[in-house]
């Protein structure tokens, strides 16, 4: 094993601890918006839900990713 290969273990080792903290955090303090922030339109529940904390529907989000 070479140091490469030594750095991406750790990599994603670190990946999923910080995935696995994510997940363990409670709703309660990553409340989601039930409007868009940008466009005031509804965010569906199944986004909010798989998505804590979220604050813009899809299109937004995907259209401030892409500036």
Known sequence: ?????IAN??????LEQAM???QQCAPSSLSS???CKQCDEPIPAARREAL???QFCVE?????EGR
């Open 33 to 35: 918006r039930a409007v």
């Open 52 to 54: 804590p904390g979220v």
């Open 9 to 14: 273990d750790y990599i994603e080792w670190r």
């Open 60 to 64: 937004c989000q995907t259209a401030m």
């Open 20 to 22: 696995k903290a994510r």
């Open 1 to 5: 094993m070479d140091k490469a290969d």
